[in-house]
């Protein structure tokens, strides 16, 4: 069985300052892992994914996440956050074997002026 | 990658009636998926959609009460029935290629059931 635990519910940091979004992976096989980004009253839409190539992944808006597999960890960091950058942010993850995502609980990024 | 257009965005509907959402991929995709949100929650699956046979339900959820149609590869509909309250949320489509290099999703229907 696959899960995905974000560590964090909420996150508040200040306009400029680092983004560091915490996730951890339980897999029985290789997973695929994914960041989605969904701002109020929107979609979601992939930030980065990580299908066992690279294991540091760059994605969009200048967002970039780490696989490590002896930490089962796949956090998600920007080294400057901006006022858009204010979301609501999903960890998922899907087995190879599978066909299902399961989602994370959901982290709120506030960004503060 | 996939576009997917969901209708309709936002309903306001009375407690004992039905809703059917629809779902339109741009491009012809293995897999569908039906997905809610509740208020301040994650997402939650209700059922894989499976073309030209019954969907297939997650555990707390059933045919009756979401009933599944899925006639061709880009086509897929979710009834919400007999609605009550509780089922107000945002239902997602996603779909993807069997690969699962990318899950594709809807902009959602944001229900309220008064």
Same mark, same amino acid.
């Given at each position: 069985a696959q899960s995905v635990?974000?560590?964090? /519910?909420?996150?508040?940091?200040?306009e400029g300052t680092p983004v560091l979004l915490r996730c951890n992976y339980s897999s029985s096989y290789s997973p695929s892992l994914f960041w989605y980004v969904?701002?109020?009253?929107?979609?979601?839409?992939?930030l980065l994914?990580?299908?066992? &190539? &690279?294991?540091l992944v760059k994605g969009i808006n200048g967002f970039e996440a780490e +696989?490590?597999? /002896?930490?089962?960890?796949?956090?998600?960091?920007?080294? /400057?956050?901006?006022?858009?950058?204010? &979301? !609501?942010? +999903?960890?998922?993850?899907? !087995?190879?074997?599978?066909?299902?995502?399961?989602f994370g609980e959901g982290t709120q990024l506030t960004v503060n002026p | 990658s996939a576009v997917i257009s969901q209708k309709p965005s936002r309903d306001i509907c009375q407690r004992g009636t039905s809703l059917t959402i629809q779902c339109q991929v741009d491009s012809q995709v293995t897999m569908m998926?039906?997905?809610?949100?509740?208020?301040g929650q994650s997402l939650t699956l209700i059922a894989t959609a499976n073309q030209g046979s019954e969907a297939t339900y997650e555990s707390g959820f059933v045919i009756d009460?979401?009933?599944?149609?899925?006639?061709? @590869?880009?086509?897929?509909t979710l009834t919400v029935?007999?609605? #009550?309250?509780?089922? #107000?949320?945002?239902? @997602?489509? #996603?779909?993807?290629a069997r690969d699962f290099t990318e899950a594709f999703f809807?902009?959602?229907?944001?229900?309220?059931?008064?």
């Open positions: 635990t974000q560590l964090d /519910s909420h996150v508040s940091v200040s969904q701002h109020p009253n929107k979609g979601l839409q992939l994914k990580y299908t066992s &190539a &690279a294991t +696989f490590k597999k /002896s930490e089962t960890s796949f956090h998600l960091t920007k080294p /400057s956050a901006h006022m858009s950058d204010a &979301a !609501e942010y +999903f960890c998922v993850v899907i !087995e190879t074997s599978g066909s299902r995502l399961t | 998926f039906w997905y809610r949100q509740q208020p009460k979401f009933p599944i149609s899925r006639p061709n @590869l880009t086509f897929s029935s007999n609605m #009550s309250p509780e089922d #107000s949320s945002i239902y @997602l489509c #996603s779909a993807s809807g902009q959602g229907t944001r229900l309220t059931v008064v």
